[in-house]
């Protein structure tokens, strides 16, 4: 089992290797030829010993890492994690909570939340954020993307949320946050945040933020329409246009200090999707940019568990959006704007925060890093070196949000939303099942058909043992923990296979995103008792 799990895992990396020294989603041309490309599945330059009696994986080729470091052709990697190691590993960023059964507003529709998040890249990419909204009605849960170094999504999941609530106020509440900015009195908060011990925040830049949430509240009372708040689905996709155009903005403006410019041209540069819940009172709106994802879990009447989309997944993959950019762009461009189902055949997902290389003109780019001081140069600040092919036309992305409604059913359970690492290695209704499960503790098993009836010994076998994973007790209390462990781990049979969750757990930083995304998850308990 361990050889099998080891090899598997090895020829995955060496799939995905011609992806990896790009941190993410970028691609950049100059170092990824399309020759490259075409044959990154190519695994002939793997040759593996494995030493089973050591559980240890010796590689015979040389490797070099994203920083540049050579491996020794007999470097070994110890794969042998014990079970409270892996749980140490897994568990060491999850947060479960108790959301207060009544709201400013009301009954809550929200009973808990669990989340977690497992890092590839060093440092994390990802970023999530929960918080309810004090001066509105509802919960706000969010999952950040990041591609290109973590500062967007950084930034996008400390502000988002603001600027989403900010917009559903009436305009009396707008009027006392101005009142109290002129006077010099506490601002009343708008948010209560749910925050993990590891959740950290631009203190350097928080001032440039209030300074512009100010900046949008006043433009909100400054119009005439703005009254009772704009309803959910309008304030998420004003919000994430205007949070998109501030980044933007913030990266051009002269600023007060070289921290807060560097930062505002790592933000900018940098790039982030996002996928934002508002929980209210009697249903789900999400505000999707990008290609992370939320789904609903529904118990059916039978007891069995279905999935139901509330996003669509932005990439280059789902044909309605490949044609929605199409049409942004001369018909000259059509055959060049999207190659290898990537944005000028370098970036995945087709909607995101910051990205200006994918926005401003080359002249702006250039003006904008060569305001520089002299003494930061743009590799200080993480920025990636390369010319994007056919730029002809920009701005080739945006961060406008596909926002969809659900009523909330009795039947409807829970909400996942989760970055793309999960997804990479999960289906949707998967993902229902296990927190369904995990919910109920029970794990339903459909009548054997007449065709199986029919199967040879080996497959019966075969059969027997995927009915017997299912059948496995949670190990883990938190549900995105749990959903994060069956999506590295689970085995050939669906069995949860711990020799390869292990392996999967122990390699090195610098090997760790050959073969795998950042995974981030929230599980988002829903108080179906609401009539």
Known sequence: MLRRSYASIIERASRRGSDIPNALQYRPPAVFPKQAHQHRHSS???????????????????LTTQ???????????????????????????EQSVIVPEFDVRGLSLVRRFESNYLAANTPNEDRRSAATCLQAKGTLFG??????????????????????????????????????????????????????????????????????????????????????????????????????????????????????????????????????AHVGPKGIHVANAGDCRAVLGVQEADGTWTAVPLSQDHNCQN????????????????????????????????RAFGDVRFKWSHELQRSILASLESDVHPDSL????????????????????????????????????ATDGLWDELRSQDAVRLVGEHLSGLH?????????????????????????????????????????????????????CHEKLASMLALPQDLARMYRDDITAIVVYLNTQID
């Open 44 to 62: 002939s330059c793997w040759n593996l010993s494995i030493r089973r009696s050591e559980h240890k994986l010796c590689t015979c080729v040389p």
């Open 67 to 93: 920083s540049g470091r050579q491996l020794s052709t007999h470097q070994d990697f110890d794969f042998q994690l014990s079970r409270m190691q892996m749980d140490s590993i897994l568990r060491a960023n």
């Open 143 to 276: 999952i950040f993307d990041g591609h290109g170094g973590w500062a967007c999504a950084q930034a996008v999941s400390e502000r988002l949320l603001y600027y989403i609530t900010i917009a559903m106020m009436p305009r009396g509440s707008l009027e006392e946050l101005e009142t109290c900015m002129e006077r010099g009195r506490p601002v009343p908060p708008v948010l209560r945040w749910y925050k993990h011990h590891t959740d950290f925040n631009y203190r350097d830049s928080a001032s440039l933020y209030i300074h512009h949430l100010r900046v949008f509240w006043q433009e909100l009372l400054d119009s005439h329409e703005h009254k009772e708040g704009m309803c959910p689905s309008d304030a998420m996709h004003y919000a994430f246009k205007r949070l998109d155009a501030d980044i933007s903005l913030e990266a051009q403006v002269p600023l007060s200090n070289d921290l807060m410019k560097s930062t505002a041209i790592q933000v900018a540069f940098a790039g982030s999707t996002a996928c934002v």
């Open 319 to 350: 044909q309605a959006e490949l044609e929605r950019i199409r049409a942004q762009h001369p018909p000259s461009e059509r055959q060049t704007v999207v190659t290898d189902d990537r944005i000028l055949g370098v970036l995945m997902p087709s």
């Open 382 to 417: 993480n920025l990636y070196h390369y010319t994007l092919p056919n730029y002809l036309t920009p701005p080739y992305l945006d961060a406008t949000p596909e926002v969809t409604y659900h009523k909330v059913r009795p039947q409807d359970r829970f909400l996942i939303l």
């Open 444 to 496: 339903l098993q459909s009548p054997i058909s007449q065709s199986e009836r029919q199967l040879k010994l080996g497959q019966l076998h075969q059969l027997l043992l995927k009915r017997q994973a299912r059948a496995s007790p949670a190990s883990d209390a938190n549900a995105a923990t749990h959903l994060i462990r069956h999506a590295l781990g689970t085995g050939e049979y669906g069995e949860l």
